[in-house]
């Protein structure tokens, strides 16, 4: 073996049996050491993904749905009023003027557009789905070079750099139609650096725990990617509460908002400039990387629907995603209480929610039955109380509780995608993955944008997505045992020349295993 723990195809057939002893019984069996081994990721790796994902969430938190639509507003002509008169709004709450005045320019004031009229929540709708369809064509394309050659590390510096720097402009012109090819292409460009991102992901599982394992081994493989899945999750949400909080301090620094928003927009292409430290520090090419990618065919893409399991995930991916836009009348400090809730809670409720899993010994499917709970739960009490006043204690509690479900499906949803990719087609599947999630997230965002003064019509229309999330994944009979199976991740123990792959479940020891692991009686490799 080599210094990483690397095996020729020539060395495999000259290369003795690993003997694996547990107490005094010894078994051979075959080393596995084909196309599917992966180098063990180390700490700066793992540590550098966590960082994209700290530097890269909040595109889709926060940027598009919040800072954008309010840059957009900026653009539009308001008469001059007394900012510090109350006026009541339409559920006959006092309000400053000044706060209802920011709402009023986000839903009420159109942007005329030919013969239609669009709000700035609307505009900002239809400029996320061009950039969808944009970047659908460009996934395709990209989903075999994901998969084929050694240019991973170039495409998804490239995404990003674009991305980034269609940030820094968003206000150089105050003008409305400048944004639709600015939030486009950050949209594009966001979709295709996630599926970038959520392939290295799998590769960096196999990397910890092998491919193709025994049964007995998928809690480890559950355990690990359940364990940087989440924690990743929770970076992100750091990043999205900072540029959150950024966004309320330059809302209120001065009058020129337009400006200061504008600041906003800089500082966020800067943050995600930053993620490029993790990509031009791993290298990750795949298992098919000597191989060229004009030889593979271009039905690459759609062989997701070869895996039902695959393909069923995606429908939890799609509906995971709900917004709400109401015209409670709250202070302004509170809204800054209920963003930094919204992303701060989930930095203690996920990586809580891993040792949760250990205990219940809970796939992911299971833990996004969870969160599709607790979702439906905050928007049933939501549309049943939808007609009350409520303090600002009920919107913080139900912010954590939905940004903890929030970030459940989304953490879990990626380890379920994880399961049902083969090796070597990770690139194909992470752009299903990606771009559903955004599409799901741009359809939650439109509909609550349709509807901002009906909160009830935004309750329900999040219940009833949650409640059909959780029919699809129960009655579609998803399972991540049964995915990794059919994606040639997992062997039964039975099986003749079963192999078996003796890489650790840890990063440097700092990835526990599983419940079953711990149990488990040590055992050592020895050649």
């Known amino acids: 073996m080599g210094e990483n723990g690397e095996t020729s195809c020539d060395q495999v057939e000259q290369a003795p049996t690993l003997k694996i002893e547990r107490g005094k019984e010894e078994e051979a069996y ?211 509460a900072i540029i959150s909080a950024f966004t309320y301090h330059m809302l209120g620094k001065s009058d020129d908002r337009f400006t200061s928003l504008w600041v906003v927009a800089i500082f966020s292409g800067l943050t995600w400039f930053i993620g490029i430290l993790h990509i031009i520090s791993t290298n990750r090419p795949g298992p098919n990387a000597n191989l060229p990618p004009n030889s593979v065919p271009k039905t690459h893409v759609i062989s997701i629907f070869k895996y039902p399991h695959a393909t069923g995930s995606l429908a939890g991916v799609f509906l995971s995603r709900n917004f709400v836009i109401g015209d409670l009348c709250v202070t302004p400090v509170n809204i800054l209480y209920n963003w930094l809730t919204y992303f701060i809670f989930p930095l203690i409720s996920l990586p809580l929610a891993y040792p949760l899993q250990l205990i219940m010994k809970a796939d992911a499917v299971k833990m996004q039955l969870l969160g599709f709970l607790l979702s439906a739960a905050v928007s049933g009490f939501g549309f049943y109380y939808h007609h009350k006043t409520w303090n600002k204690v009920h919107i913080l509690i139900f912010a954590a509780v939905q940004s903890s479900a929030t970030g459940l499906l989304h953490a879990f949803g990626r380890v379920l995608w994880l399961d049902c990719s083969p090796a070597g087609k990770e690139g194909a599947f992470s752009v299903w993955l990606s771009w559903m999630r955004a599409l799901g997230t741009c359809a939650g965002f439109a509909l609550a944008s349709a509807f901002p003064g009906n909160i009830s019509k935004s309750f329900g229309i999040a219940f009833c997505a949650a409640v059909l999330g959780k029919i699809v994944l129960i009655f579609g009979n998803i399972s991540n045992f049964a995915g990794a199976k059919a994606a040639g991740h997992v062997r039964e123990h039975s099986e003749k020349g079963s192999p078996v792959i003796t890489l650790g479940s840890s990063v440097e020891g700092k990835v526990p295993l599983s419940t079953e692991s711990q149990e488990q009686e040590e055992v050592r490799v020895q050649l």
Not at 89 to 112: D, F, I, P, S, V
Not at 119 to 148: F, M, N, R
Not at 199 to 225: C, E, N, T, W, Y
């Open 30 to 240: 075959i080393l596995f050491a084909g196309n599917n081994h992966e180098e063990k990721p180390t700490k700066t790796e793992v540590f550098g993904w966590y960082l994209y994902g700290m530097c890269s969430y909040f595109i889709h938190t926060v940027l598009i749905p919040i800072v954008f639509p309010l840059i957009l507003s900026q653009t539009v002509s308001w008469p001059s009023e007394p900012q510090q008169s109350l006026v009541k709004n339409a559920r006959g709450l006092e309000c400053r003027q000044r706060e209802l005045q920011l709402y009023e320019m986000l839903t009420n004031h159109k942007l005329k557009v030919s013969i239609v009229e669009f709000s700035a929540l609307e505009w900002t709708s239809v400029s996320w789905l061009i950039g969808l369809i944009l970047a659908a064509p460009v996934l395709g394309i990209l989903s075999i070079h994901l998969d084929y050659g050694r240019n991973q590390r170039f495409i998804f510096a490239a995404v990003t750099a674009v991305g980034a720097v269609f940030c820094l402009p968003a206000g150089f012109f105050k003008t409305r139609w400048i944004f639709p090819p600015y939030i486009a292409a950050v949209v594009a460009a966001n979709t295709i650096a996630g599926a970038c991102h959520a392939r290295h992901l799998g590769l960096m599982v196999r990397g910890l725990v092998g491919s193709p394992i025994r049964k007995s081994q998928f809690p480890d493989r559950r355990a690990v990617a359940s364990w940087l899945s989440l924690h990743s999750t929770a970076a992100g949400c750091l990043g999205a």
